[in-house]
């Protein structure tokens, strides 16, 4: 590496250090701190071991003897001692040269035992936090000088209120502040005034903001009334609140075209441009007004044609199953009726009846005595002279008393059983129409 390139990488790191000023120093404080903790824990771990070491150097037992034992014989129990195992050294101590050593010990007052320095522990501490301190001193008046210091606010001018064509180009309203046109959405203020901005007004911000941003009125919002003509009066305030205004409470009135619960009219009228919120009053139609008319005659008529006159006035049905007996109106014909002839009622009114169940059998004389009746057959032939099947009907009184279907080509005749009294004139009808008579006496 030659010496262009050498300052070169030191002026770069330089440059980087001071334009990323906190991972620098953050990198700085975890360097010095993992050095600090190391270098602690290596003091602590070295005189420890020596203190240890120290221990075990001084590691003696000491041993009494009897009293009753000379000193030659105690002198021998020093062979017996370093015979066993782990003594290195047995020393016999007189009881003088204890005393003398004891006296000796508290006269001079110096310890026995020799302890380990402490101060190279406190020299790498004081070492550690001198560099952390010059450090930190560093880079307080470097690279962190103003990271500390109170942030430079500004004011921020109150715009709201203001005409935006009166305020973009004052910079001494501004003060520094560049302005940006928002939204522009419906108010009541007038069509430009400023009505929020961003930030608010008279707030404190920092350098770092330079614009606000305004919000401007485009004025009261205008909405035309909708059509609401056909439609009923819940499907016309749907169709107001949809569009933002509001249904009055309507009136009523009776209309003879429009049905009841539709709208006749209402005001203000289809189109005219109103503010939100704004009520519309509606009239609705009660339908066709109820006009009273005569209650039409309905005695004598048979209860299917009197319930037939009901339905064609528009009235309605009461108690119509009320049955009762009466001697001169005949059974199934209504004898009284409520309201009566006459009344005034409107459409929808209820109207009772009382049918006829003719005379009461109680009140009646007995019937005479029915004459006994009579058997004759008659027969009707030359059927011959029409061809293939035919139908043939006999009548007696007008009515119908026999019919038969014959093959002209097997039958030309064709026999009916009569009863009744008296003489009577019978009609046969061949295929439908009339062919002939026949007298006949049942009597006899």
């Known amino acids: 590496m030659n010496k262009h390139n050498f300052f070169y990488f030191i002026k770069e790191g330089a440059f980087n250090m001071f334009s990323h000023g906190f991972m620098s120093f953050a990198a700085v404080g975890i360097t010095v701190a993992c050095l600090l903790i190391m270098g602690t824990f290596t003091l602590v771990a070295v005189n420890a071991n020596a203190m240890l070491e120290d221990m075990e150097s001084q590691n003696q037992m000491l041993a009494f003897v009897d009293k009753s034992l000379s000193e030659d014989e105690a002198r021998a129990m020093e062979q017996v001692i370093l015979s066993l195992d782990n003594v290195a050294k047995a020393t016999f101590i007189s009881n003088e040269e204890a005393a003398a050593a004891f006296r000796g010990r508290y006269e001079d007052d110096e310890p026995v035992r020799r302890r380990g320095s402490v101060w190279p522990i406190f020299?790498?501490?004081?070492?550690?936090?001198?560099?952390?301190?010059?450090?930190?001193?560093?880079?307080?008046?470097?690279?962190?000088?103003?990271?500390?210091?109170p942030p430079e606010t500004h004011s921020v001018p109150n715009l709201v209120g203001r005409m935006y064509e009166d305020v973009k180009d004052n910079t001494e309203l501004l003060a520094g502040f560049t302005l940006i046109e928002g939204d522009t959405i419906a108010d009541d203020a007038d069509p430009g005034?400023?009505?929020?901005?961003?930030?608010?007004?008279?707030?404190?911000?920092g350098e770092t903001i330079t614009e606000i941003k305004v919000t401007i009125s485009g004025g009261p919002e205008i909405i035309p009334v909708p059509r609401l003509d056909g439609m009923n009066f819940q499907d016309a305030s749907t169709t107001l609140r949809n569009v933002g205004l509001k249904a009055a409470v309507p009136d009523y009135e009776f209309d003879e075209t429009i049905e009841q619960g539709y709208v006749i009219s209402y005001t203000p009228t289809e189109g005219v441009e109103l503010s939100p919120g704004t009520e519309v009053h509606m009239v609705i139609s009660k339908g066709p007004e109820d006009k009273p008319f005569p209650m039409p005659k309905l005695l004598g008529m048979t209860k299917a044609r009197a319930l037939a006159e009901i339905e064609n006035k528009n009235l309605k049905q009461g108690n119509v199953e009320q049955e009762e007996y009466d001697d001169e109106i005949e059974e199934g014909k209504v004898i009284s009726q409520y309201p009566l002839e006459g009344a005034d009622v409107t459409e929808g009114t209820e109207v009772n009846l009382v049918i006829s169940k003719g005379p009461d059998p109680a009140t009646q004389p007995p019937d005479p005595p029915v004459p006994s009746s009579g058997t004759k057959y008659v027969t009707v032939d030359q059927l011959d002279r029409f061809e293939g099947t035919i139908t043939v009907q006999l009548f007696m009184d007008g009515g119908e008393i026999g019919r038969e279907t014959v093959d002209t080509n097997m039958d030309t005749a064709v026999t009916f059983q009569v009863s009744g009294t008296g003489s009577k004139t019978l009609t046969y009808y061949i295929n439908g129409v009339a062919t002939g008579t026949i007298p006949v006496n049942v009597d006899e």
């Not at 070492?127 to 000088?145: M, P």
């Not at 005034?193 to 911000?205: A, F």
Request: hydrophobic share 60%; net charge negative.
């Open 193 to 205: 005034t400023i009505i929020d901005q961003d930030p608010k007004g008279d707030n404190e911000v």
């Open 123 to 149: 020299l790498a501490v004081a070492a550690v936090l001198l560099f952390v301190g010059l450090v930190a001193y560093f880079l307080w008046n470097t690279l962190f000088a103003g990271v500390f210091a």
